[in-house]
């Protein structure tokens, strides 16, 4: 069985950075690509960051590009999310998920098959 644990939450003010972490276990994980969701109250969950197995591929939404960068190390079997200029549109719930449907994606919710518990990122103004 997988396990996912996202850390690294908490409150910042506006323009601030914080950098998140999701340690993985069960599986061989440095074969899978992984990717960062959020979710704000009242919002669906939406798409923030993907990257490739090898760390080779990143993409973005357009919300977070040039503000949010994702990264691996699969020696680590760690998946990270580094935030900077945050602001309080990005305040959600934020979630790892492994994805296990190839030749899809990192958008669609349907390609993960894991989810972390999340972990909650709070931007004041």
């Known amino acids: 069985q997988v396990q996912l644990v996202e850390s690294g939450g908490g409150l910042v003010q506006a323009g601030g950075s914080l950098r998140l972490s999701c340690a993985a276990s069960?599986?061989?994980?440095?074969?899978?690509?992984m990717g960062w969701f959020r979710q704000a109250p009242g919002k669906e969950r939406e798409f923030a960051a993907g990257?490739?197995?090898?760390?080779?591929?990143?993409t973005y939404a357009d919300s977070v590009k040039d503000r949010f960068t994702i990264f691996r190390d699969n020696a680590k079997n760690t998946v990270y999310l580094q935030m900077d200029s945050l602001k309080p549109e990005d305040t959600a719930v934020y979630y790892c998920?492994?994805?296990?449907?190839?030749?899809?994606?990192?958008?669609?919710?349907?390609?993960?098959?894991?989810w972390g518990q999340g972990t909650q990122v709070t931007v004041s103004s």
């Open positions: 990257i490739s197995s090898n760390g080779g591929s990143r």
């Open positions: 069960g599986r061989t994980f440095s074969n899978y690509a």
């Open positions: 998920a492994l994805k296990t449907v190839p030749c899809t994606t990192y958008v669609e919710l349907s390609s993960y098959g894991y």
